[in-house]
């Protein structure tokens, strides 16, 4: 084949677009914040006794992206509602009740949804400041692995 300047300004041409657009491509994988790909449905928390100290929280997290995981690093709240929050994941073992800190986070994978239920994974608050009560609502942020968060709504409800 010669190579005529014509021909040579379309390689460089496709060269240059191609190369263009997979940068473009790139950047924005990049750039979709974990908290923009889900949604938080049917969050409440579990109404505690008149001096409790802890209390717990539920939710169902969907990651609605084709591609992307998003992983729920950790959860803040205003300390006029506790002092620190934790993701838990209730075990049993030997017919005992227990849960442990989940330290790397809750995945939810492209597509899917995962559910923080009784029995199972769970928002721990603790060091509260009131018991939680029902009726009452409070604020809770989302802290995601990318650093983007998410504030969510929690209503209190007798789960008796
Ligand atoms: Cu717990």
């Known amino acids: 084949m010669k190579m005529t300047p014509r021909l040579l300004t379309s390689i460089f041409f496709l ?32 109404e505690t006794f008149k001096f409790a100290r802890t209390g717990a929280a539920y939710l169902s997290i969907t990651n609605h992206s084709e591609s992307n995981v998003a992983v729920l690093s950790s959860v803040e709240v205003d300390e006029s509602v506790a002092s ?13 009740m227990s849960m442990e800190e989940i330290e790397d986070g809750i995945e939810i994978a492209p ?15 603790m060091g509260l400041s009131e018991p939680f009560t029902n009726g009452q609502n409070f604020e809770a942020k989302l802290h995601f692995e990318d650093s983007s968060s998410l504030t969510i709504s929690i209503p209190v409800k007798d789960a008796r």
């Open 15 to 46: 060269a240059w677009f191609g190369l263009g657009n997979s940068l473009v491509f790139a950047t924005q994988a990049n750039t979709t914040k974990m908290s923009e790909i889900v949604s938080v449905n049917d969050a409440w928390a579990r």
């Open 84 to 96: 620190m929050v934790e993701l838990h994941e209730t075990f049993v073992n030997d017919e005992v």
């Open 111 to 125: 597509n899917s949804t995962v559910q923080l239920a009784p029995g199972g994974k769970h928002l721990m608050f």
